[in-house]
């Protein structure tokens, strides 16, 4: 689509002044050494889009170092990066455990959190080093109700836990003003998976308490941004009226909030994830074992070749090694939201494990050296490939939350299931920007195809997907 087309579409967030893309960049899983992401990233905004989200967890920081790689020295390209600060996972898991920060949440054994200002300063200056900038257009709280949920899981989230949760907010909000009047930051957010909920929810987040928060530091407070989730499975901010009456979009509207949507196309509903989008045209077949043997090929030969080189044990001691293990592995693996349930533990952190025994071996060889530098490249890509295939056994799914959203009111115009989706919320009055990831040129097509698209009546689509949804199965498909 041309640049121009693009621009023009391009919506204020909040009263920031900025002016942004209604389809933003999302950042999760696209990491730094990647071609295809960085490809997909530069043809957004050679597109014109301009808005880029992403945090200092994402890929545990390389998600950053190519949002900055990409930018470095393009100004004309006026992109307006969103990233966050909050969690304790990979490398700041190491930083916690030397520092010991105040207030910090031990949620899990793989997963702490804070927003601390103390933790805070430090995710800021690790965010712009690896930006390569010297201020942040906007900067998130990231998660921060994890404090709450922490409370939930040991007993019970009182309303004494929801006011020093406020407390908390207050206290990250006056150090994020210092930032601002420091030029390091233009305006700060929170970015909250709760602030859809019902209010009655002793979990829930309320963008008007973080308001109030805000107000009792300085009438000219820089709080201007909200990101939170929205879906047809998950309509919560546009319809739940849980901030005095008014819905989170109508009261962000009201205040002059930039509402950026993320977790568009993934939508958590009964305990399960549904990825709204297709993975196989009309009448194509779903994947098989000769599909799987295809994309792990690459990764087979890579083996052999090191096989070859060094007396190396392969993964598991196996003759096929990482190849044979996702062999046996992947087709035992049902779904989408299955995939991402074991993509840590069983997918990535054998192989970790695998490479770092090796880098002490073998670290000092060029050979090694070599080896590792193209195997690194290389294994993304299969591993994107690989959920592909497992979601391409997913397509009636997709076929089934078409016809849901024929059925609530979307006019039927040769869309994709991930572009309705999209459009679905683009026409909601108060959103600003959807976030999705655009993690392959295709991708990045399909999402700014939903611009050619007419538009629809989010609110009454929303609203009878949503009634359908509480109904029996048997009853909405007649």
Not at 299 to 318: D, H, N, V
Request: overall charge negative; glycine content about 8%; charged content about 20%.
């Amino acid at each position: 689509m041309p640049e121009s087309t693009t621009r023009q579409h391009r919506r204020p967030l909040g009263t920031t002044g900025l002016e942004v893309h209604p389809l933003g960049f999302g950042c999760y899983r696209v990491i730094e050494g990647n071609q295809a992401h960085e490809a997909a990233l530069r043809t957004y905004l050679e597109s014109g889009g301009n808005l880029i989200d992403t945090s200092a967890n994402y890929g545990d920081g390389l998600s950053e170092l190519l949002v900055g790689q990409v930018l470095k020295g393009h100004p004309e390209l006026e992109a307006v990066v969103v990233t966050k600060g909050g969690y304790i996972q990979g490398q700041n898991m190491g930083l916690a455990l030397k520092h010991q920060f105040p207030e910090v949440v031990e949620y899990s054994e793989e997963l702490w959190h804070s927003i601390h200002p103390e933790f805070l300063e430090t995710q800021l200056q690790r965010s712009l080093q690896r930006l390569q900038r010297n201020r942040v257009d906007v900067y998130l709280l990231h998660n921060p109700e994890y404090f709450l949920e922490d409370q939930a899981h040991k007993g019970q989230a009182t309303q004494e836990h929801q006011e020093e949760f406020y407390r908390r907010v207050q206290n990250a909000f006056a150090f994020l003003e210092e930032k601002v009047a420091a030029g390091e930051i233009g305006w700060y957010g929170i970015s909250s998976n709760n602030f859809p909920h019902p209010a009655s929810s002793p979990t829930a987040t309320s963008i008007a308490r973080c308001y109030e928060a805000a107000e009792s530091l300085t009438p000219q407070h820089h709080f201007r941004v909200v990101q939170l989730p929205l879906n047809p499975y998950e309509p919560g901010a546009a319809l739940e009226t849980s901030h005095g009456g008014k819905t989170a979009l109508e009261y962000c509207r009201e205040k002059g909030i930039g509402v950026l949507a993320n977790r568009g196309l993934n939508a958590f509903t009964r305990n399960r994830m549904v990825r709204l989008a297709d993975f196989r045209k009309p009448d194509e077949p779903a994947p098989g074992p000769e599909r799987l043997e295809a994309l792990l090929k690459p990764l087979r030969e890579m083996e052999r070749e090191l096989a070859s080189q060094f007396e190396i044990p392969l993964l598991y001691g196996t003759n096929g090694g990482i190849a044979d293990y996702y062999a046996s592995m992947i087709p035992q693996i049902h779904s989408a939201a299955h995939w991402e349930q074991i993509y840590f533990p069983y997918v990535i952190q054998p192989v970790e494990k695998w490479a770092t025994e090796c880098q002490q071996l073998y670290g000092q060889e060029q050979d090694w050296q070599s080896w590792w530098l193209r195997f690194t490249a290389m294994i993304p890509a299969v591993l994107e490939d690989a959920a592909r295939y497992v979601a391409g056994s997913q397509q009636q799914v997709s076929d089934d939350v078409r016809s849901q959203l024929y059925l609530a009111g979307y006019e039927e115009d040769g869309a994709t299931l991930s572009q309705m989706a999209i459009n679905t919320l683009l026409h909601l009055p108060g959103l600003t920007s959807v976030l999705t990831g655009m993690r392959r040129n295709e991708y990045v097509a399909d999402a700014l195809g939903v611009l050619e698209l007419g538009p629809v009546d989010s609110l009454a689509i929303l609203s009878r997907f949503g009634r359908m949804q509480a109904q029996p199965a048997s009853q909405t498909t007649q």
